[in-house]
């Protein structure tokens, strides 16, 4: 069985520009999660979708950023235009159950570097 | 500070000790997991406890739970050069209603060096 899988795995782009971020969750598994890391700070979650809708988005960090599930399979996550401050490590999980207790599965994360 | 504290920030060991790394936390949860993360890879999942267990074992790899103390501590027994990662505890927290999603919230990690 696949596991989850992220791409680019590496991006390097100016500031101001824009990237996007692609996640592809276990086949099945309705729940889908972005977190981001930033250099020397813990993992933070940014939001969850629940198939194709968004359960929780209360850590977006601005209007920059926009995540989109389309058809509960894949998501993509933008950031457009892309600051500095925006550098880290993005990580994509996916699980099954909604309620109760489930294991996350992540992807190996996208490093983006902005310059 | 931050739900889901961990120490210490860094352990240096040698193959064959034990290593023990600790976790805190601030709000009522409905579960605790730990992750571990090798240097430019993805989180794994190690172990989940859930709120109303005290202790969890899995390979060489032991949990605890305190829920009065809110703290958790990971034991990973007779390690070896391998285990050499960034180790993580997460928590689910749980809502009035007693139930709860896979919402994560992390601490900043421990980086343990298993030295041969």
């Known amino acids: 069985e696949a596991g989850v899988t992220q791409f680019p795995s590496h991006s390097v782009i100016e500031k101001g520009q824009t990237v996007t971020l692609r996640c592809d969750p276990i086949s099945g598994h309705d729940n889908l999660y972005w977190y981001r890391r930033v250099m020397g700070k813990e993992i933070k979650f940014l939001l969850h979708f629940v198939k194709e809708s968004k359960q929780d988005e209360s850590g977006m960090p601005n209007n920059r950023f926009l995540a989109e599930r389309t058809g509960g399979t894949y998501s993509t996550l933008k950031v457009q235009p892309a600051e500095l401050e925006d550098s880290g490590v993005y990580f994509c999980?996916?699980?099954?159950?909604?309620?109760?207790?489930?294991?996350?599965?992540f992807g190996q994360g996208t490093r983006l570097t902005v310059v | 500070s931050q739900q889901g504290e961990e120490d210490p920030q860094a352990l240096s060991i040698q193959e064959g000790e034990n290593a023990t790394m600790n976790c805190s936390y601030k709000t009522s949860i409905n579960n605790l997991q730990w992750y571990r993360q090798n240097s430019g890879r993805g989180l794994v999942h190690l172990i989940l406890i859930r709120s109303n267990e005290r202790e969890k074992h899995s390979g060489r790899l032991r949990v605890t739970l305190d829920t009065s103390k809110k703290s958790s501590s990971l034991l990973i027994t007779a390690s070896r050069a391998a285990d050499t990662a960034s180790y993580f505890c997460a928590t689910v927290l749980a809502n009035a209603g007693g139930t709860s999603y896979g919402k994560l919230t992390f601490g900043q990690g421990t980086i343990l060096t298993v030295h041969p």
């Open positions: 999980a996916s699980s099954q159950a909604w309620e109760g207790v489930s294991e996350a599965f």
